[in-house]
Protein backbone atom coordinates (compact mmCIF):
# COMPACT_ATOMS: atom_id res chain seq x y z
CA UNK A 1 0.00 0.00 0.00
CA UNK A 2 0.84 3.52 -1.00
CA UNK A 3 0.53 6.32 0.76
CA UNK A 4 -1.15 9.24 -1.35
CA UNK A 5 1.35 12.51 -1.34
CA UNK A 6 -0.72 15.76 -1.25
CA UNK A 7 2.21 18.00 -2.25
CA UNK A 8 1.27 21.84 -1.17
CA UNK A 9 4.89 22.78 -1.44
CA UNK A 10 4.80 24.87 -3.91
CA UNK A 11 2.89 25.38 -7.27
CA UNK A 12 6.24 24.63 -9.04
CA UNK A 13 5.54 20.95 -8.31
CA UNK A 14 3.30 21.04 -11.20
CA UNK A 15 3.85 18.63 -13.81
CA UNK A 16 3.39 19.43 -17.59
CA UNK A 17 -0.16 18.67 -19.05
CA UNK A 18 -0.56 15.98 -22.15
CA UNK A 19 -1.07 19.06 -24.00
CA UNK A 20 2.42 20.28 -23.13
CA UNK A 21 4.32 16.99 -23.63
CA UNK A 22 2.59 16.70 -27.02
CA UNK A 23 3.47 20.35 -27.90
CA UNK A 24 7.08 19.30 -26.69
CA UNK A 25 7.51 16.42 -29.02
CA UNK A 26 6.41 18.29 -31.69
CA UNK A 27 8.18 21.81 -30.99
CA UNK A 28 10.26 22.87 -34.26
CA UNK A 29 13.64 24.14 -32.96
CA UNK A 30 16.87 25.91 -33.51
CA UNK A 31 19.52 27.30 -32.08
CA UNK A 32 18.51 30.24 -29.90
CA UNK A 33 21.16 31.76 -29.57
CA UNK A 34 21.52 32.48 -32.98
CA UNK A 35 18.26 33.76 -32.82
CA UNK A 36 17.06 30.57 -34.48
CA UNK A 37 14.71 29.12 -32.66
CA UNK A 38 10.89 29.45 -34.22
CA UNK A 39 9.50 27.88 -30.96
CA UNK A 40 10.98 30.53 -28.75
CA UNK A 41 10.41 33.43 -31.05
CA UNK A 42 6.93 32.50 -31.34
CA UNK A 43 6.92 32.02 -26.85
CA UNK A 44 8.71 35.22 -26.64
CA UNK A 45 5.82 37.23 -28.76
CA UNK A 46 3.23 35.73 -27.01
CA UNK A 47 4.73 36.49 -24.01
CA UNK A 48 4.80 40.21 -24.82
CA UNK A 49 1.81 40.60 -26.75
CA UNK A 50 -0.28 39.34 -23.70
CA UNK A 51 1.93 41.95 -21.17
CA UNK A 52 1.31 45.07 -23.89
CA UNK A 53 5.18 44.91 -24.35
CA UNK A 54 7.40 45.23 -27.26
CA UNK A 55 9.71 42.28 -26.71
CA UNK A 56 10.54 39.23 -24.42
CA UNK A 57 13.86 36.70 -23.82
CA UNK A 58 13.25 33.52 -22.49
CA UNK A 59 15.27 32.56 -19.53
CA UNK A 60 15.85 29.04 -17.43
CA UNK A 61 14.40 30.81 -14.05
CA UNK A 62 12.23 33.60 -11.99
CA UNK A 63 15.87 34.62 -10.40
CA UNK A 64 17.38 34.48 -13.35
CA UNK A 65 14.93 36.66 -15.10
CA UNK A 66 15.20 39.30 -11.98
CA UNK A 67 18.79 39.39 -12.49
CA UNK A 68 18.91 40.34 -15.31
CA UNK A 69 16.61 42.37 -15.21
CA UNK A 70 19.01 44.49 -12.54
CA UNK A 71 21.63 44.08 -14.34
CA UNK A 72 20.58 45.60 -17.40
CA UNK A 73 18.40 48.51 -16.16
CA UNK A 74 21.70 49.43 -13.29
CA UNK A 75 25.02 50.33 -12.91
CA UNK A 76 27.23 49.04 -10.50
CA UNK A 77 27.29 51.38 -6.95
CA UNK A 78 23.17 51.98 -7.53
CA UNK A 79 20.75 51.57 -4.86
CA UNK A 80 17.77 49.33 -5.16
CA UNK A 81 14.39 49.77 -3.80
CA UNK A 82 12.55 46.83 -2.59
CA UNK A 83 10.48 45.45 0.11
CA UNK A 84 12.23 44.26 3.17
CA UNK A 85 10.78 40.48 2.81
CA UNK A 86 10.79 40.41 -1.60
CA UNK A 87 12.12 37.13 -3.06
CA UNK A 88 14.80 39.71 -5.27
CA UNK A 89 16.57 40.41 -1.78
CA UNK A 90 15.39 37.69 0.28
CA UNK A 91 15.36 34.74 -1.44
CA UNK A 92 17.96 35.05 -4.40
CA UNK A 93 21.22 34.29 -2.81
CA UNK A 94 22.29 38.42 -2.67
CA UNK A 95 22.33 38.24 -6.73
CA UNK A 96 21.91 41.84 -6.91
CA UNK A 97 24.87 42.59 -4.65
CA UNK A 98 27.36 39.79 -6.06
CA UNK A 99 26.32 40.06 -9.95
CA UNK A 100 24.84 43.47 -10.03
CA UNK A 101 26.68 46.05 -7.46
CA UNK A 102 23.91 46.80 -6.44
CA UNK A 103 22.81 47.69 -3.03
CA UNK A 104 19.22 46.89 -1.59
CA UNK A 105 16.94 49.45 0.03
CA UNK A 106 14.42 47.26 1.92
CA UNK A 107 11.62 49.18 2.82
CA UNK A 108 8.18 48.24 5.23
CA UNK A 109 5.05 47.22 3.76
CA UNK A 110 1.52 46.39 4.47
CA UNK A 111 1.14 42.70 3.38
CA UNK A 112 3.56 42.55 1.19
CA UNK A 113 2.37 46.00 -1.07
CA UNK A 114 4.81 49.52 -0.71
CA UNK A 115 3.22 52.44 -1.00
CA UNK A 116 3.79 55.22 -3.13
CA UNK A 117 4.75 57.73 -0.29
CA UNK A 118 7.33 54.96 1.46
CA UNK A 119 8.90 54.68 -1.95
CA UNK A 120 9.31 58.23 -2.80
CA UNK A 121 10.80 58.79 0.83
CA UNK A 122 13.48 56.17 0.15
CA UNK A 123 14.51 58.17 -3.22
CA UNK A 124 17.72 59.03 -2.59
CA UNK A 125 18.51 63.03 -3.12
CA UNK A 126 21.62 64.03 -5.41
CA UNK A 127 24.36 63.85 -2.53
CA UNK A 128 27.93 62.47 -3.29
CA UNK A 129 27.93 60.46 -0.48
CA UNK A 130 24.59 58.64 -1.61
CA UNK A 131 24.15 56.08 -3.81
CA UNK A 132 22.35 56.97 -6.57
CA UNK A 133 18.51 55.62 -6.43
CA UNK A 134 19.15 53.29 -9.65
CA UNK A 135 15.34 51.24 -9.60
CA UNK A 136 12.53 50.52 -7.21
CA UNK A 137 11.01 46.29 -7.89
CA UNK A 138 7.62 45.82 -6.87
CA UNK A 139 6.89 41.76 -6.10
CA UNK A 140 2.95 40.75 -7.31
CA UNK A 141 2.42 38.71 -6.38
CA UNK A 142 3.69 38.54 -3.03
CA UNK A 143 5.35 35.25 -2.22
CA UNK A 144 6.11 35.91 1.79
CA UNK A 145 2.99 38.12 2.51
CA UNK A 146 0.65 35.71 1.35
CA UNK A 147 0.11 35.90 -2.60
CA UNK A 148 -1.00 39.61 -1.80
CA UNK A 149 -1.79 41.56 -4.55
CA UNK A 150 -0.75 45.37 -5.82
CA UNK A 151 -3.83 47.27 -6.36
CA UNK A 152 -3.67 48.91 -9.79
CA UNK A 153 -4.53 52.45 -8.01
CA UNK A 154 -1.23 51.62 -5.87
CA UNK A 155 0.66 50.60 -8.99
CA UNK A 156 -0.03 53.25 -10.76
CA UNK A 157 1.13 55.94 -7.67
CA UNK A 158 4.09 54.07 -7.94
CA UNK A 159 4.76 55.10 -11.73
CA UNK A 160 4.10 58.40 -11.00
CA UNK A 161 6.61 58.72 -8.49
CA UNK A 162 8.99 56.89 -10.54
CA UNK A 163 8.48 58.63 -13.85
CA UNK A 164 9.07 62.34 -11.42
CA UNK A 165 12.55 60.77 -10.23
CA UNK A 166 13.57 59.43 -13.97
CA UNK A 167 13.99 55.80 -12.04
CA UNK A 168 12.85 52.27 -13.61
CA UNK A 169 10.29 49.91 -12.55
CA UNK A 170 11.34 46.47 -12.32
CA UNK A 171 8.17 44.17 -11.52
CA UNK A 172 9.08 40.22 -10.22
CA UNK A 173 5.74 38.66 -11.19
CA UNK A 174 6.62 35.35 -10.82
CA UNK A 175 2.74 34.87 -10.24
CA UNK A 176 1.45 37.95 -12.45
CA UNK A 177 -0.97 35.86 -14.30
CA UNK A 178 -2.03 35.15 -10.43
CA UNK A 179 -2.57 38.51 -9.41
CA UNK A 180 -4.62 39.16 -13.13
CA UNK A 181 -6.82 36.54 -12.12
CA UNK A 182 -7.43 37.38 -9.04
CA UNK A 183 -8.23 41.32 -10.05
CA UNK A 184 -10.09 40.23 -12.99
CA UNK A 185 -7.86 41.91 -15.72
CA UNK A 186 -5.51 41.53 -18.60
CA UNK A 187 -1.61 40.77 -17.34
CA UNK A 188 -0.94 44.27 -19.67
CA UNK A 189 -3.29 46.21 -17.02
CA UNK A 190 -0.44 45.32 -14.29
CA UNK A 191 2.21 45.54 -16.62
CA UNK A 192 1.69 48.81 -17.95
CA UNK A 193 2.95 50.54 -14.79
CA UNK A 194 6.27 48.66 -14.89
CA UNK A 195 9.13 48.72 -17.44
CA UNK A 196 10.12 45.71 -17.06
CA UNK A 197 8.50 42.63 -16.12
CA UNK A 198 9.66 38.52 -15.02
CA UNK A 199 6.75 35.84 -14.88
CA UNK A 200 7.32 31.98 -14.82
CA UNK A 201 5.75 29.63 -17.04
CA UNK A 202 6.77 26.92 -14.52
CA UNK A 203 4.52 27.63 -11.41
CA UNK A 204 0.70 28.33 -11.88
CA UNK A 205 1.06 27.78 -15.70
CA UNK A 206 2.60 24.34 -15.40
CA UNK A 207 5.52 24.30 -18.00
CA UNK A 208 8.17 22.39 -16.69
CA UNK A 209 10.82 24.91 -16.57
CA UNK A 210 11.14 29.01 -17.77
CA UNK A 211 10.63 32.60 -17.29
CA UNK A 212 10.18 35.40 -19.21
CA UNK A 213 11.53 38.86 -19.04
CA UNK A 214 9.37 41.47 -21.49
CA UNK A 215 9.64 45.32 -21.90
CA UNK A 216 11.20 47.45 -24.21
CA UNK A 217 12.86 45.74 -27.77
CA UNK A 218 16.20 48.11 -26.49
CA UNK A 219 15.70 46.77 -22.96
CA UNK A 220 15.40 43.40 -24.38
CA UNK A 221 18.32 43.93 -26.66
CA UNK A 222 20.99 44.70 -23.85
CA UNK A 223 18.93 41.86 -21.53
CA UNK A 224 19.97 38.94 -23.93
CA UNK A 225 23.62 39.75 -23.47
CA UNK A 226 23.06 39.61 -19.68
CA UNK A 227 21.76 36.66 -20.16
CA UNK A 228 24.35 35.06 -22.27
CA UNK A 229 26.48 36.00 -19.59
CA UNK A 230 25.04 34.40 -16.70
CA UNK A 231 25.22 31.30 -18.55
CA UNK A 232 21.15 31.35 -19.67
CA UNK A 233 21.75 30.98 -23.11
CA UNK A 234 20.06 27.84 -24.31
CA UNK A 235 20.29 25.90 -27.64
CA UNK A 236 17.33 24.21 -28.92
CA UNK A 237 15.40 25.14 -26.14
CA UNK A 238 12.02 25.18 -28.28
CA UNK A 239 11.32 21.91 -26.49
CA UNK A 240 10.74 23.99 -23.45
CA UNK A 241 9.40 26.66 -24.85
CA UNK A 242 6.47 24.81 -26.61
CA UNK A 243 5.16 23.80 -23.02
CA UNK A 244 4.92 27.67 -22.13
CA UNK A 245 3.49 28.79 -24.87
CA UNK A 246 0.74 26.52 -24.17
CA UNK A 247 0.70 27.59 -20.30
CA UNK A 248 0.50 30.86 -21.50
CA UNK A 249 -2.62 30.05 -24.02
CA UNK A 250 -4.36 27.54 -21.89
CA UNK A 251 -3.82 27.60 -18.52
CA UNK A 252 -4.45 31.21 -17.45
CA UNK A 253 -8.37 30.87 -16.95
CA UNK A 254 -8.25 28.05 -14.74
CA UNK A 255 -6.04 29.94 -12.45
CA UNK A 256 -9.08 30.90 -10.65
CA UNK A 257 -9.73 26.72 -9.78
CA UNK A 258 -6.41 27.03 -7.13
CA UNK A 259 -7.15 30.48 -5.79
CA UNK A 260 -10.84 29.27 -4.80
CA UNK A 261 -8.99 26.05 -3.94
CA UNK A 262 -6.77 28.00 -1.56
CA UNK A 263 -9.63 30.09 -0.20
CA UNK A 264 -11.46 26.73 1.02
CA UNK A 265 -7.94 25.48 2.48
CA UNK A 266 -7.80 28.97 4.47
CA UNK A 267 -11.18 29.34 5.60
CA UNK A 268 -10.97 25.45 6.72
CA UNK A 269 -7.78 26.05 8.68
CA UNK A 270 -9.02 29.27 10.76
CA UNK A 271 -11.60 26.68 12.10
CA UNK A 272 -9.44 24.63 13.52
CA UNK A 273 -7.58 26.81 15.63
CA UNK A 274 -4.21 28.06 13.71
CA UNK A 275 -3.67 31.35 13.39
CA UNK A 276 -4.33 33.21 9.60
CA UNK A 277 -4.95 36.60 8.42
CA UNK A 278 -7.83 35.56 5.84
CA UNK A 279 -6.99 38.96 3.96
CA UNK A 280 -4.16 38.03 2.73
CA UNK A 281 -5.39 35.03 0.90
CA UNK A 282 -6.04 36.63 -2.26
CA UNK A 283 -4.44 34.07 -4.89
CA UNK A 284 -2.90 30.82 -4.29
CA UNK A 285 -1.23 31.03 -1.44
CA UNK A 286 -1.53 29.77 2.16
CA UNK A 287 0.49 30.91 4.99
CA UNK A 288 -0.83 30.07 8.88
CA UNK A 289 1.19 30.16 12.24
CA UNK A 290 1.44 27.27 14.58
CA UNK A 291 2.30 28.61 17.54
CA UNK A 292 -0.86 27.87 19.22
CA UNK A 293 -0.55 24.75 18.45
CA UNK A 294 2.27 24.10 21.29
CA UNK A 295 4.69 23.49 18.22
CA UNK A 296 7.38 24.92 15.59
CA UNK A 297 6.65 25.32 12.11
CA UNK A 298 9.43 22.54 11.46
CA UNK A 299 7.79 20.32 13.96
CA UNK A 300 4.33 20.60 12.31
CA UNK A 301 5.59 20.00 8.94
CA UNK A 302 7.22 16.75 9.51
CA UNK A 303 4.20 15.74 11.17
CA UNK A 304 1.63 16.49 8.18
CA UNK A 305 4.51 14.43 6.25
CA UNK A 306 3.49 11.37 8.55
CA UNK A 307 0.10 11.62 7.10
CA UNK A 308 1.12 12.42 3.34
CA UNK A 309 0.86 16.20 3.04
CA UNK A 310 4.02 18.06 2.13
CA UNK A 311 4.22 21.89 3.23
CA UNK A 312 6.75 24.36 3.33
CA UNK A 313 8.40 25.70 6.26
CA UNK A 314 8.06 29.82 6.37
CA UNK A 315 9.79 30.61 9.55
CA UNK A 316 9.91 29.25 13.13
CA UNK A 317 6.19 29.16 13.42
CA UNK A 318 4.98 29.86 9.94
CA UNK A 319 3.72 27.14 7.28
CA UNK A 320 3.39 28.10 3.55
CA UNK A 321 0.54 25.79 1.31
CA UNK A 322 -0.11 26.67 -2.02
CA UNK A 323 -2.71 25.46 -4.47
CA UNK A 324 -1.86 24.84 -7.73
CA UNK A 325 -3.44 22.66 -10.72
CA UNK A 326 -2.49 19.03 -9.11
CA UNK A 327 -4.63 19.69 -6.47
CA UNK A 328 -8.15 19.40 -6.68
CA UNK A 329 -10.84 20.50 -4.40
CA UNK A 330 -11.18 16.48 -3.62
CA UNK A 331 -7.71 16.78 -2.38
CA UNK A 332 -7.99 19.83 -0.54
CA UNK A 333 -11.04 18.37 2.00
CA UNK A 334 -9.09 15.34 2.09
CA UNK A 335 -5.98 17.51 3.84
CA UNK A 336 -8.64 19.13 5.87
CA UNK A 337 -10.08 15.21 7.22
CA UNK A 338 -6.39 14.78 7.89
CA UNK A 339 -5.85 18.09 9.92
CA UNK A 340 -8.65 17.86 11.86
CA UNK A 341 -8.20 14.08 13.38
CA UNK A 342 -3.95 14.99 13.57
CA UNK A 343 -4.81 18.45 15.61
CA UNK A 344 -7.35 16.05 17.61
CA UNK A 345 -4.95 13.82 18.60
CA UNK A 346 -2.84 16.91 19.54
Keep these: MYMQIIDLRSDTVTQPTAEMREAMFRAEVGDDVYGEDPTVLELEKTGARMTGKEAG????????????????HTQRGDEMICEAEAHIYFSEVAGVAVLSGVQARTLP???GILSAETVEAAIRPKDIHQPRSGLICLENTHNRAGGTCYPLETLAAIRKVAERHKIPVHMDGARLFNAAVSQGVKAEIIAQYCDSVQFCLS???????????????????????????????????GVLAAAGIVGLRSMVD????????AKILAESLATVGLSIDLSTVQTNIVIFDVSRMGMKADEFAARLKTVGILASVFGEYRIRMVTHYGISGAEISQVMEILHRL????
Design 203 to 237: KGLCAPVGTLIVGRADFIEKARRYRKMLGGGMRQA
Design 254 to 261: RLSEDHTN
Design 109 to 111: SVK
Design 57 to 72: LFVPSGTMGNQIAVLT
Design 343 to 346: LRKG
